[in-house]
Structures are given as C-alpha cells and as structure tokens.
C-alpha cells in the first residue's frame, strides 16, 4: 500500500484493521501490509488501485511512475466522473478532456489512457483512525473497460475480486454504472456537507429533497445526450437512499474531519458536461456555487 503520514505510520506498525458487519455484530480483522510513502520501494506491480478522494488524485499520479510496466492495469476505485471518462467513449465528445477533474491534463498524461480499467464501487465505509476502517454494508465492484470491450484483463480482475468475495460483475457499459451511481450522491453529498445533515433529514425536508430533483433532472437530461440513460426518476432514486438508512455522506465525513472535498468530480464535471452537451444547468450551477464557497471559506477546497 502507497500511503503517507499517520496513515503509513499505522498500516506500517499495526496493519490494516478492518471491522464489518452491524454493531451489535462486529466482525473485526487485521492484515499485515507491505506499505511505504515511496513507490520505488514498492516496485513494479501488475494492478494499482487507485482508491483516493479525486481532490488527491494528481498527488497520486506523480508518484506512480516506479509501480508501472508496460502490462500494469490501473483500476480507478472513486467516487464521481474520472478523467478517463471520455477516452473511447465514441460520438462527438470521444476523447475529451474534462477540465473539471484535469485542468491542465497532467493526469491523463502520467496515467496512459492505455493501462485504465474502471470500476464502480457500491460499499459503505469509513475511517474510524489512521489505518482503521469500518465497513458498514455492501460489496459490489462492478468492472468495465472505458471502451466497452470485454478483455481478458477486465475477466481477470472480476475473477481477482470474486474469489475476495466480492459481487463483481464485469460490464460492457461502466460510464453509464459510473454516471447512475453519480446521479444518487452529487446532490445528497454536497447538501449534507453544506448543512451537516444526514441523508434522511436532507430526503424529510420537501423543499430540498424538490431541489435534489431539480439537479438530478438535470444530470439525466444531459446523460440523455450521452447515450448513458436512466430510466428511473428522481423520487424512485430518494426511494433507494431512504432504505439506506439514515447515514452521514462521506463528504460529510470529509468536511467534519477537516479534508478536501471533491465537488469538482461529482458537480463540477456534470456541469462541464452540460456545457458540452447543450444542456442548460441552473439548478447544478446553484448546488456548485453554494458548495464551493461553503467548502473555499473552510479552506476545503
């Protein structure tokens, strides 16, 4: 594992500690890792995950150099549109950059398009301490190269993750999974990090469960344009997150331990996108402009 700081300090004198399972029912587990803060000590590696907040990402990328040969595949673990969301996208915004999550297109430079698989990550989770992690529900990996094709490389990995016990199913449309999982959490994540409320008191209030809608309505026309539809409407979708429970967003989570919050990957992009695709975004534009300056006055962003 690639870490820094207290979370190294962990990993590296403790393991990494997992605890799953409801509360009254904890299953607690630790595993001894090899970690550093460098990757030249790590060396060349066949699969690097990248699991990091996207406010992180280009750090990341810098560093990654040393674990790389001409074979290792890069899966993205992440929340909200990656850079790579485009690259063999095919249509009339095949190969795009979103500058929303690679301004200067650092990112795709050090990461070959080449090497990228995706994936879509259903679980909730969160860091109790450095190098201490609960996991609360779910387990589903969903897999996908950016192309649509279903490669040998894309079966290894479901197979790699099955035999972990995950639910990993491979699919040949992982931009429409990425922009349906988006499409449930750009508006709670924000709204919860701009008024600390949970996911139900945000769903209970009709004033603003009715201004998630509008955004979501928003985000659905423009995947529309994309070829990436959702058939379902936005109440149906409140609908799944209420079953949920009531639960703290992990943008939250970043804005009440002081951490970067990452608007740019799961707001920001929808919005470039409208811009793209003609889709007009007063309702995004709002959820953008007050999170943004919510999280800038914090110094979060």
Not at 161 to 172: E, I, K, Q, S
Not at 274 to 293: E, K, Y
């Amino acid at each position: 594992m690639l870490a820094r700081g207290a979370t190294l300090a962990a990993l590296q004198s403790g393991g990494l500690q997992l605890h799953s399972g409801p509360a009254d029912r904890q299953h607690t587990e630790t595993h001894a890792v090899h970690a550093s803060a460098s990757a030249a000590a790590l060396g060349p590696q066949d699969l690097v995950v990248i699991a990091v907040k996207a406010p992180a990402l280009r750090e990341v990328a810098v560093q990654l150099g040393p674990l790389l040969t001409d074979d290792t595949v890069v899966l993205t673990a992440m929340n909200g549109v990656p850079w790579w969301f485009l690259n063999a996208f095919g249509g009339a915004l095949q190969g795009r950059r979103l500058h929303a999550v690679d301004a200067d297109g650092a990112i795709g430079s050090m990461i070959a398009a080449s090497r990228v698989v995706g994936s879509v990550v259903h679980a909730s989770c969160s860091v109790l301490a450095p190098a201490v992690v609960r996991h609360g529900f779910g387990n589903r990996i969903i897999v996908g190269e950016p192309s649509g094709a279903l490669t040998q490389r894309g079966s290894d990995l479901v197979n790699l993750f099955t035999r972990a016990g995950f639910d990993a199913p491979l699919t040949p449309h992982i931009q429409r999974e990425i922009w349906f999982k988006l499409w449930g959490n750009m508006t709670v994540n924000p709204v919860s990090a701009i008024t600390g409320a949970n996911s139900h008191q945000i769903l209970d209030d009709e004033l603003v469960r009715g201004f998630c809608s509008h955004v979501m309505l928003e985000a659905k026309a423009i995947g529309a344009q994309l070829g990436l539809v959702i058939e379902q409407q936005p109440e149906d979708r409140h609908a799944v997150t209420r079953r949920l429970g009531a639960f703290k967003t992990s943008m939250l989570q970043d804005v009440e331990a002081g951490r970067p919050v990452e608007l740019d990957a799961l707001v920001g992009a929808v919005r470039e996108l409208g811009t793209l695709t003609g889709v007009a975004t007063p309702w995004t534009d709002a959820l953008l402009g007050l999170s943004r300056l919510h999280a800038r006055v914090r110094g979060l962003y």
